[in-house]
């Protein structure tokens, strides 16, 4: 980033030195640094322990046979698959028939629909989770109360119990479904209404033209999210925190994190966090694969816009689905923070006569660490948004125009944090960052680093799109006249691309606040960020005080986010890949 | 290049001499108790602030630090509360990367003070309340500690939910069947006062009643804060163990919750206070302990926190079960300092999690 400097100035020079080779390279060696570092000492802790009579380390398999006998260790590996599985599926029955109704049907109001599925989406899971608990444990939970008091129901019966497996599935695909509603619905939207009209002019109905062109052309998108829903509650540590434990079980990222609690079992932690990886590793090749064989590029010039379909009176059904899908993730546990934020008692109604600001009062002026975590969270979200954009812009430019030798290591070092969870991360991080040579434990950069490194690969991926997009045309142009390739990318590329970097910027910014898995391993008290004091609070259940620090935290994402949309020049760019 | 040394890297090796000598569990003698001067006053002022890590439940702990601010303008606290297991371990993780950021430590696990005060990490300071007021049992004889706070480890139930005749009145009603799914408990990795109510119960009715318990189906929270505000809210009806103080504080805010003083015995649960070598702020660090010890701030925790205070001149509130009159457990830090790691590990296998 320091290189950019003299690179300005030596075009500015007669002499044209092109520092972009340097500059790649010095990319290249700190990608290197940053995923490889914290993995081989995962690596290596796992595959070694202290020998107690040399107090040296000494290779050994010990760990791994632990984690496959172990039925403490075994139970979470597989509660965790049948949650990741059950979730994942639950996700594809919603997302996609939402995905097709708001792509492909003339449903109203979708452009709002699209916004608060954007709003499930930023909602951080934890959050949601807690949320949930207000709402649907089993004999405090509003909306129990409300069912027994409809029903006239027994004391102890219940219509919902969040504290269970289905509770936890439920919960995790809550917050998971945006991702496979994205993906189905941008697929969608991309389809030619020529391949539809061509199907139905030979004669095809409209189901087998569902079934013979719309269903195969977006089959890749729908694997893909169910894929990314899989691993998505595989690797999500808050919401198991906040709803298996009080249920007594745990999954796979619950357990690595309690093998850090007193006595710490570091090595164990490292033996159990190494299958995930490799899941998460497969996983993606799975993707990889199924997307590059059935990857159907639409090409052409020219296309007519996708079809609407006329739902008619279905349209009735269709929004109550859409209404009640989206009550799920964002009304109800909205409505639930409100609630608890201004009542005295987090699960009763609040009412005129007893609605209180005491919460408000003691988050902001009595809790002596709100300040430094708002702090925190927010000099680490813009900081890891403007790092990892730039990042991510160097290396989407390297591999789409193809800059540099080897610019492939480049793109795949870029998406391989993809395959780390952030519990993962966490510990590797902890491990690589608590002893020399980088001492960073303690401090903001190990954190800036771990949000970094998990956030690279979606901002690459997004940018890469985006450059992709620019013809490369303008670049030899510009480079013809005598501009250096830095020159150029900044008079030329730069503002042809503010729009995805916006919103590449804003991803970052809103995913960073709302991390916590990492930030759990790797937080010190005066490191604390915003969703590890809400987890502190959670613990000694002081529900009121997380009502207002996640309607904070919302209200700080949302403000910029629209902020960042309504700066003149940069048009609407929302969150288009979120 | 030539070494010269000033003067004060001569005082700098003497100070560092005079602590470790201080530190040596050999030394017999506490120092001598210091009351609050000017000087040390003036010197916190310039420090600024002062970071208190405790497993006391936030809003008291916030409480005393305002309290604190107010009465020394200048000096901000800075509170890091979580449960007192994870305060052990989050200072040794600190410590263990060199990183000195808790200046007063109050820990609900008395065993916690043991092991640090072994390890050399304790400064030794005895405030002149300590000095003057508190028993032996209750401060260290190298004045490395003091009992800063003394409570109890009760059972309670929801008042809505349960008639008072029916309420369990031991530990031994909670294996009744009909308690099924309708307990709810804290956890011993989490905090010290479950750990130390674990040691007690476990070492006078046997790990068979928690083996029994486990089948009860409870509802696993970590604080021993939470159990009280889940009953509060109507979550679950009885608990099985948490803080006394907090059942006091929600039966005082007007929520339908009442103790139990188990017929087996209570758990008594001391939470020292200690100012540690390394403190960042270390006059800081020494006017706030003398402040914790001071009859104004026992007063209040024992007002506002419902907190059992050891300082003689401290009038217990209206209302409150006087200590002597309930039949206590028996307190040994030194024995829960032997097992505590036995017990979190047999208590995970009990209960799952």
Known sequence: ????????????????????????????????????????????????????????????????????????????????????????????????????????????????????????????????????????????????????????????????????????????????????????????????????DASSILGAGTWTTARRVTIPLVLPALVAGALVAFLQAMILFGSPAILALPAGFHTMTTKIWS????????????????????????????????????????????????????????????????????????????????????????????????????????????????????????ILGAAAATIGTVLALVISYATARKAVRGYQVLGFLATAPLAIPGIVLGVGLFLAYTRPPFVLYGTLWVLLLAYITIELPAAYQQLQSA?????????????????????????????????SVLATWCFIFVSTIRELSAAIMLFTSETKVVSVLIFDLKESGDLGAIAILGLSMLVLTFTVIIFVNRIPGFGSSGLRNT | MAWTFDRRDVLKGAGALAATVAASPLRAQAPPSVAVSDALIEAARKEGRVVYYTSIDLPMAQRIGKAFETKYPGISVRVERTGAERVFQRIGQEYASKIH?????????????????????????????VAKHYPDEHRDPDGMFASFRAGLSVMAYNTNLVKAEEAPKSFADLLDPKWAGKIVKAHPSYSGTILTATFQIARDLGWDYFDKLAKQRVMQVQSATDPPKKLALGERAVMADGN?????????????????????????????????KAAPNPNAARLFQSYCFSVECQQLIVDFGGLRSLHPQVKEKAGHRPLKDIKLMKEDADGVEKQSDEIKKRYTQLFKV
């Open chain 1, 1 to 196: 980033m320091t290189l950019a400097l003299p690179g300005q100035k030596a075009g500015r020079q007669s002499f044209k030195v092109d520092l972009s080779v340097p500059l790649l390279l010095t990319f290249a060696v700190l990608l290197c640094v940053l995923i490889l570092l914290p993995i081989s000492w995962l690596v290596m802790y796992s595959v070694t322990m202290v020998d107690p009579a040399t107090k040296e380390r000494v290779l050994t398999l010990a760990h791994f046979r632990t984690l496959f006998s172990d039925p403490d260790l075994v139970e979470p590996l597989i509660t965790t698959m049948i949650v990741a599985v059950c979730s994942s599926v639950a996700c594809c029955l919603v997302a996609a028939p939402m995905g097709w109704l708001v792509a492909r049907t003339d449903l109203p109001m979708t452009r709002l629909i699209r916004a608060l599925v954007t709003a499930s989406f930023v909602t951080p899971p934890f959050l949601g989770a807690i949320a949930w608990e207000i709402l649907a444990a089993p004999n405090s939970g509003l909306l129990n109360k409300f069912y027994r008091t409809v029903t006239g129901a027994e004391m102890d019966s219940y219509l919902f119990n969040i504290y269970s497996m289905p509770g936890l599935i439920f919960v995790i695909a809550c917050y998971t479904f945006p991702y496979v509603f994205v993906l189905v619905a941008n697929a969608l939207d991309r389809i030619p209404g020529d391949l539809e």
């Open chain 1, 259 to 378: 093998l850090f609690q007193y006595p710490p079992k570091p090595e164990l932690a490292a033996a159990a966090s190494l299958p995930l990886l490799f899941l998460t590793v497969m996983l993606l090749r799975g993707q990889q694969m199924i997307l590059g064989r059935k990857g159907y590029s639409i090409v052409g010039g020219k296309s007519g816009e996708p079809r609407l379909i006329r739902l008619g009176w279905f349209v009735v059904p269709a929004m109550a689905f859409v209404i009640i899908v989206l009550m799920l993730p964002v009304f109800l546990p909205y409505f639930a923070l409100l609630n608890a934020a201004f009542s005295p008692l987090a699960t009763t109604l609040v009412t005129p006569e007893t609605f209180t600001l005491k919460n408000f009062y003691f988050t902001f002026f009595e809790l002596s660490t709100t300040h430094l975590a708002l702090k925190n969270t927010f």
């Open chain 1, 467 to 499: 450059f992709r997009a620019v013809h490369p045309e303008l670049e030899d142009a510009s480079r013809i006249l005598g501009a250096t390739r830095l020159r150029s990318l900044i008079d030329v590329t730069a503002p042809l691309l503010r729009t």
């Open chain 2, 101 to 129: 950021a808790v200046d007063v430590v109050n820990s609900s696990d008395a065993a916690h003070l043991i092991v640090w005060k072994r390890d050399g990490l304790l400064a030794p300071y005895v405030p002149e309340d």
């Open chain 2, 244 to 276: 006394e103080y907090i059942v006091f504080q929600v039966k005082e805010a007007g929520q339908p919750v009442e103790p139990i003083y188990p017929t087996e015995g209570t758990p008594l649960v001391i939470g020292p206070n200690a100012v540690f």
